[in-house]
């Protein structure tokens, strides 16, 4: 009859997740363990007695030992039934995490461009020909064809053009004339 209790609690541990594995050992350890103190606490008692029963003594060594080495087996399967556990993050702590990069890269970038080391950055680029704004492009463009003689523009054209593209430059014209 025990062998079968034990086989069917085999097979049912067998069919279990590994958590589900490992909450029923973790269960068994303690209460083998709670089990073994009461026999330890029993031995105890027993020995400080002015004539110990040795027969009590033994048989409650015994019992303790087998218990000790069912919470031996039972840690056993915990361990076993670990590499099939994976750890899994919520979805709201992935959320705060890119949220705190997200966070983190705007005040980095805010800070870069307050402290003028943004501006610098800036320039570099710009030295380099990369991120130029298109109106510094087109006003380049306009100033070489003014200064090429076989092209048609002149410089009041390019003026008109400057105007027309920067608001600071019409602002800054306006208020020289």
């Given at each position: 009859?025990?062998?079968?209790?034990?086989?069917?609690?085999?097979?049912?541990?067998?069919?279990?997740?590994?958590?589900?594995?490992?909450?029923?050992?973790?269960?068994?350890?303690?209460?083998?363990?709670?089990?073994?103190?009461?026999?330890?606490?029993?031995?105890?008692?027993?020995?400080?007695?002015?004539?110990?029963?040795?027969?009590?003594?033994?048989?409650?060594?015994?019992g303790g030992s087998a218990e000790q080495e069912a919470i031996i087996h039972a840690t056993a399967g915990i361990v076993e039934a670990l590499p099939g556990?994976?750890?899994?993050?919520?979805?709201?702590?992935?959320?705060?995490?890119?949220?705190?990069?997200?966070?983190?890269?705007?005040?980095?970038?805010?800070?870069?461009?307050?402290?003028?080391?943004?501006?610098?950055?800036?320039?570099?680029?710009?030295?380099?020909?990369?991120?130029?704004?298109?109106?510094?492009?087109?006003?380049?463009?306009?100033?070489?064809?003014?200064?090429?003689?076989?092209?048609?523009?002149?410089?009041?054209?390019?003026?008109?053009?400057?105007?027309?593209?920067?608001?600071?430059?019409?602002?800054?014209?306006?208020?020289?004339?």
């Amino acid at each position: 009859m025990r062998l079968a209790m034990l086989m069917a609690a085999a097979l049912l541990a067998a069919g279990c997740s590994a958590s589900g594995r490992i909450a029923e050992n973790a269960n068994e350890v303690r209460r083998l363990a709670e089990s073994s103190r009461g026999r330890f606490d029993a031995i105890g008692t027993e020995a400080l007695q002015p004539a110990p029963d040795v027969a009590t003594i033994a048989r409650e060594a015994e019992g303790g030992s087998a218990e000790q080495e069912a919470i031996i087996h039972a840690t056993a399967g915990i361990v076993e039934a670990l590499p099939g556990v994976s750890d899994v993050t919520p979805w709201w702590a992935t959320l705060i995490a890119r949220v705190m990069v997200a966070l983190a890269v705007v005040g980095v970038a805010v800070i870069l461009w307050t402290t003028g080391i943004g501006a610098l950055v800036k320039r570099a680029l710009w030295s380099f020909g990369l991120l130029l704004p298109r109106s510094a492009v087109s006003d380049a463009d306009l100033a070489r064809s003014m200064l090429d003689p076989s092209r048609p523009e002149s410089a009041r054209e390019y003026v008109a053009a400057r105007r027309a593209s920067d608001p600071a430059f019409e602002a800054a014209w306006r208020k020289g004339k």
